[in-house]
């Protein structure tokens, strides 16, 4: 089975600061990874996905996310934040050739102008 | 092109009773999948359908069922509610080639409040 840790339940930063979302996850076999924001009262919507290949990602929006095996780790990442990146961030795997998303349990960024 | 619809949007049920919540899922999407949010955690897997079948299942009673219709659109059926079931449920729609290669997209969910 896997498992997946946000480390941090809040995060407050100033607009226009960097913020750094930690996520770890544990599994037995190869995953792959998922960012997903969810904004107040909206589903989910994909941030960047880690499949294979480059370890560091990114979205349109300007964050990243690096892929880091030895550390099963998947951080999240962005040099500077607005005003409406004020959301809920959650970091999710799935175990290769599965169908079901195991999530952290979420990071609230507030951002503060 | 309408994405992935859910209703209600709120609904209130008292213990014991029976809800059903109904999804339809994006254009071109032919595998459903549903989540159970509760306040302040992250989704987790219910069960997900294709083929009007059910092909995997989360670790939830069997008090949740579900459904697919050939139009792809599923329904989240839920008996002798228990307070521990109010949470945000969501539906996400895929295509069958796996959720991968096909991302997740998410309906706003259903809002269950049991009193």
């Known amino acids: 089975a896997q498992s997946v840790t946000q480390l941090d339940s809040q995060v407050p930063v100033f607009e226009e600061a960097p913020v750094e979302l930690r996520c770890n996850y544990s599994s037995s076999v190869s995953v792959y990874l998922f960012w997903y924001v969810q904004y107040p009262n909206q589903g989910l919507q994909l941030l960047l996905k880690y499949l294979s290949g480059s370890t560091l990602v990114e979205s349109i929006n300007g964050f990243e996310a690096e892929f880091n095996k030895s550390q099963t780790s998947f951080h999240l990442r962005k040099p500077s934040v607005h005003i409406s990146d004020t959301a809920e961030y959650f970091c999710?795997?799935?175990?290769?050739?599965?169908?079901?998303?195991?999530f952290g349990g979420g990071t609230r960024v507030l951002v503060k102008p | 092109d309408a994405g992935v619809t859910q209703s209600p949007t709120h609904l209130i049920k008292t213990r014991g009773q029976q809800v059903t919540l109904r999804c339809s899922p994006k254009?071109?999407?032919?595998?459903v999948s549903w989540y159970q949010q509760a306040l302040g955690q992250g989704p987790q897997f219910i069960f997900q359908?294709?083929?009007?079948?059910?092909?995997q299942r989360g670790n939830f009673p069997d008090r949740f069922s579900g459904h697919q219709f050939p139009n792809y659109s599923s329904e989240l059926n839920v008996n002798a509610l228990l307070l521990g079931d109010s949470a945000l449920y969501l539906c996400?729609?895929?295509?069958?080639?796996?959720?991968?290669?096909?991302?997740?997209?998410f309906g706003n969910g259903t809002r269950l409040t049991v009193t």
């Open positions: 999710a795997v799935i175990k290769a050739a599965g169908n079901k998303l195991t």
């Open positions: 254009s071109g999407h032919d595998t």
């Open positions: 359908y294709y083929e009007e079948e059910e092909r």
């Open positions: 996400a729609s895929s295509s069958r080639t796996g959720v991968y290669n096909s991302p997740l997209h």
